[in-house]
């Protein structure tokens, strides 16, 4: 079967660096996505990953391992605003997106 | 603002009631999905349609109806629902379903109850 595994919930200080890891085992990959959700709203995307390798996007980057099958989400100085359940979701080989169950993330002050 | 809106965003109802979900996109997508989001579990994909077509149906029960009258507009029909079907029921819209990089945009998703 398919899989998407990731922390069901972190907490962490405001201005500090939190990393969510996710890894997965699917049928093919063809990328890797992350998004972000607050409560009650929809998920937005956050980045892409298909390569081996760091993608920086301000505040936020995201790593990939495809040989592990392995990625991971680091979000840097921490705001109240991060709060929020962060997604991780595989294309597979059909083209077809396997998704996690997500992971809260607490910011304390 | 995703350029997906759905209505309406809370909705309670008996189990013998029948009701709709709508969704619109705003982005000139081709393809549109319906998910359903339960609470500390992954997205499940419900249906999907490109180009007006049905391409998934995930053994969706039949008290799930969807319609797709154009590419901008998506229903969800409901009739004699259980109350394990209580979720949050998302649309997203992507510019089609195939490809490596398909970014989805979601709307803000329907809170449904059933009692």
């Known amino acids: 079967g398919q899989n998407i595994d990731q922390p069901t919930e972190m907490t962490a200080t405001e201005g500090a660096i939190v990393q969510i890891n996710c890894t997965y085992q699917?049928?093919?990959?063809?990328?890797l996505f992350w998004y972000q959700q607050h409560a009650g709203e929809a998920p937005t995307f956050l980045s892409y990953?298909?390569l081996d390798g760091l993608e920086e996007k301000g505040r936020f980057s995201s790593f990939l391992s495809r040989s592990k099958g392995y990625s991971y989400l680091l979000l840097k100085e921490l705001q109240m605003k991060d709060s929020a359940s962060y997604l991780c979701?595989?294309?597979?080989?059909?083209?077809?997106?396997?998704w996690g169950a997500g992971t809260k993330l607490i910011i304390k002050p | 603002e995703t350029g997906v809106t759905q209505t309406p965003r809370h909705l309670v109802m008996g189990m013998t009631n029948k009701k709709s979900l709508k969704c619109e996109q705003h982005?000139?997508?081709?393809?549109m999905y319906w998910y359903k989001q339960s609470a500390k579990k992954p997205l499940e994909l419900m249906f999907v349609?490109?180009?007006?077509?049905?391409?998934e149906n995930n053994s969706v029960p039949s008290r799930f109806s969807p319609e797709c009258p154009n590419s901008s507009h998506l229903f969800l029909h409901l009739h004699t629902l259980q109350p394990e079907d209580s979720a949050l029921y998302l649309c997203?819209?992507?510019?089609?379903?195939?490809?490596?990089?398909?970014?989805?945009?979601f709307g803000p998703g329907t809170r449904l109850t059933v009692l």
């Open positions: 997203a819209s992507s510019q089609e379903t195939s490809g490596a990089y398909n970014e989805q945009f």
């Open positions: 982005l000139g997508h081709n393809a």
């Open positions: 349609y490109n180009f007006k077509e049905q391409t």
């Open positions: 699917t049928s093919g990959f063809n990328g």
């Open positions: 990953n298909v």
């Open positions: 979701a595989v294309t597979d080989s059909n083209y077809q997106l396997i």
